[in-house]
T-cell receptor, first 112, second 114 residues
Framework: DQQVKQNSPSLSVQEGRISILNCDYTNSMFDYFLWYKKYPAEGPTFLISISSIKDKNEDGRFTVFLNKSAKHLSLHIVPSQPGDSAVYFCAAKASGTYKYIFGTGTRLKVLA | DTAVSQTPKYLVTQMGNDKSIKCEQNLGHDTMYWYKQDSKKFLKIMFSYNNKELIINETVPNRFSPKSPDKAHLNLHINSLELGDSAVYFC?????????????FGAGTRLSVL
């Protein structure tokens, strides 16, 4: 039973446009959500996170939105750049636990 | 200076062999993890140690044995390797385990069992 789902395995976007990556979760105990970026032959690197007490967190070109009622979060990248081309994983965690649950990733390709 | 380092980066071996993967972090973190990324690219937690104590042990065959000699190291030993063990194994660390913590990952070890 996959508690964190990224239903789009891939996404292509033109340089300069907005990239929107989506993530759905099923466990209502999750209260901390993270996005990681992964380049080939490297480990995932932390990008941005959001706590369930917020509905938006912004860091430069990256914004994460959380809709708790829909159990949905999204990552917006604007403007998208070719260097953003990577696999993006969302992850979720419940307070009081050590376990992070990862989605299967979305491969973003930003076309120059 | 790499924060979380894994060795080796690539490991090719025959079925039935025993192999180890080493992980070291220099971030001063107290929690370390092993993940397996299979052919479907799914990152699945295997084990976690907090201050050298095993705190997560997922449904992993007992051929896999983690060992944490100190807070900065978490090694993974695999006995009697099988074809299905072929995957990329990632080590990660975080400061504190139960809070809102960020994990830092190593570059991964690609294991191929022939």
């Amino acid at each position: 039973d996959q508690q964190v789902k990224q239903n789009s395995p891939s996404l292509s976007v033109q340089e300069g446009r907005i990239s929107i990556l989506n993530c759905d979760y099923t466990n209502s105990m999750f209260d901390y959500f993270l996005w990681y970026k992964k380049y080939p032959a490297e480990g995932p690197t932390f990008l941005i996170s959001i706590s369930s007490i917020k509905d938006k967190n912004e860091d430069g070109r990256f914004t994460v939105f959380l809709n708790k009622s829909a159990k949905h979060l999204s990552l917006h990248i604007v403007p998208s750049q070719p260097g953003d081309s990577a696999v993006y994983f969302c992850a979720a965690k419940a307070s009081g636990t050590y376990k992070y649950i990862f989605g299967t990733g979305t491969r973003l390709k930003v076309l120059a | 200076d790499t924060a979380v380092s894994q060795t080796p980066k690539y490991l090719v071996t025959q079925m039935g062999n025993d192999k180890s993967i080493k992980c070291e972090q220099n971030l001063g973190h107290d929690t370390m993890y092993w993940y397996k990324q299979d052919s479907k690219k799914f990152l699945k937690i295997m084990f976690s140690y907090n201050n050298k104590e095993l705190i997560i042990n997922e449904t992993v065959p007992n051929r896999f044995s983690p060992k944490s000699p100190d807070k900065a190291h978490l090694n993974l030993h695999i006995n009697s390797l099988e074809l299905g063990d072929s995957a990329v194994y990632f080590c990660a660390s975080s400061q504190g385990g139960v809070g809102k913590n960020i994990q830092y990952f190593g570059a991964g070890t690609r294991l191929s069992v022939l």
